[in-house]
């Protein structure tokens, strides 16, 4: 039988330094730039303990991504391995430039690899900028051989707009397709679209790359959702440093991976209580089923390239784990479960609010 995703683990690296200076990146928009690289407290062993197969209640899919470039941090590559070699899949986020870690990948046992995916983010100014190009899609080339799955995704920005028949061109010449597209956004407030255009000339604009990924994003976006939501969950959001497990990219602190290792990790699902303007990782978090009755395509869809009949940028394994919507794995609440888990986070998020106010007090 085909192994179905237990839950989503977003992991975020408190790396947030970078080799390239994106003018878009998150980080510079709220200036974290800091030469802060990632100090891990714990081995890689010790923090696939932590994230067991046992503890988790299967095998899931780890998201990895840092504030900056998430594989500058060395440990990062054996943490990937040993969350592998425990049978979870995993998706590391990655600019593709620092070759040496390509090449230490390169190295991993096949069957690990068939479970590992990168996000190449093409920064194609910068790329540029700091002569990288050639780099990037050698590292892609590197990884696509070695048997691992990948996609390559832009980021749009208006900048970018002059440049984007030369793209097109480049993607054609070194992948043999189009490259998928994101949706750049500001990091405030309703966390609105990264662009000086409406809305729908900017969907207008980069429409002609023909992504699934863009498509879906551009769906969702700027919808605020009032559904019953499981992450907290389903999916669980964890600093791989300091093991803090939240909700969500809101929400509350539910329990700490590294706390005690032998006991179930804490779950509560955020329930109708997120409040985010919109769910702008829903092309992940809503793809993989956190709100089991929108009707979604499935991640793979909107992460794979066809080149021909056969090749294309996921393996099979990869393809299928990538299909799984949790609902097959995890039990629906009945309703009188969510009401009660409604009150739950209501609770934690008043005391959060009033330890908020004691600490501002205290200043
Ligand atoms: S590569 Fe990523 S982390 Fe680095 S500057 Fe660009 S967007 Fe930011
Ligand atoms: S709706 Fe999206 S952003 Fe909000 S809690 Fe659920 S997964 Fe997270």
Redesign the pocket.
């Known amino acids: 039988m085909k192994e179905k995703m237990k839950k989503f683990i977003d992991c975020y690296i408190p790396t947030e330094t970078c080799n390239l200076r994106c003018h878009y990146c998150y980080i510079t928009q709220n200036k974290k730039f800091n030469n802060k690289l990632a100090q891990f407290k714990y081995d890689a062993k010790f923090i696939r303990k932590a994230l067991s197969k046992d503890r988790l209640g299967g095998a899931c899919m780890f998201n990895l991504c840092a504030g900056g470039e998430t594989l500058l941090a060395e440990e990062v590559i054996e943490i990937v391995k040993e969350l592998l070699k425990e049978g979870h899949y995993v998706m590391i986020v990655t600019n593709g430039t620092l070759n040496s870690r390509f090449d230490k990948i390169a190295q991993f046992d096949s069957e690990l690899l068939k479970h590992l995916f990168f996000k190449f983010s093409f920064h194609y100014l910068e790329l540029v900028r700091i002569k990288k190009l050639n780099d990037f899609f050698d590292n892609i080339e590197k990884m696509k051989k070695v048997g691992a799955s990948f996609t390559v995704e832009i980021t749009p920005n208006d900048e970018l707009i002059p440049y984007k028949d030369e793209i097109m061109k480049l993607c054609e010449e070194k992948l043999g397709v189009l490259c998928h597209l994101t949706i750049g956004r500001k990091n405030s407030g309703e966390i609105p679209v990264l662009t000086n255009k409406s809305f729908k000339e900017y969907k207008e604009i980069w429409k002609s790359f023909k992504s699934e990924l863009f498509d879906f994003k551009a769906k969702i976006f700027g919808q605020k959702?009032n559904?019953f939501?499981?992450?907290?969950d389903w999916?669980l959001y964890v600093n791989l440093v300091s093991g803090d497990v939240t909700?969500?990219?809101?929400?509350v602190k539910i329990d700490n991976i590294y706390r005690d290792i032998n006991k179930p990790i804490k779950t509560l699902a955020?329930g109708n209580n997120?409040?985010?303007a919109?769910?702008?990782?829903?092309h992940a978090?809503?793809a993989f089923g956190?709100?089991p009755e929108l009707d979604t395509p499935t991640y793979d869809t909107l992460r794979n390239r066809k080149l021909n009949e056969t090749e294309e940028w996921l393996s099979l394994d990869m393809k299928d784990f990538m299909k799984s919507k949790l609902k097959d794995t995890n039990e629906e609440y009945t309703l009188k479960e969510k009401k009660m888990i409604n009150k739950k986070n209501k609770l934690y998020q008043n005391i959060k609010k009033i330890a908020k106010k004691i600490v501002r007090s205290k200043r």
């Open positions: 959702r559904e939501c499981y992450a907290g999916s909700q969500c990219y809101c929400g955020i997120c409040t985010l919109h769910c702008y990782n829903g978090f809503l956190c709100i």
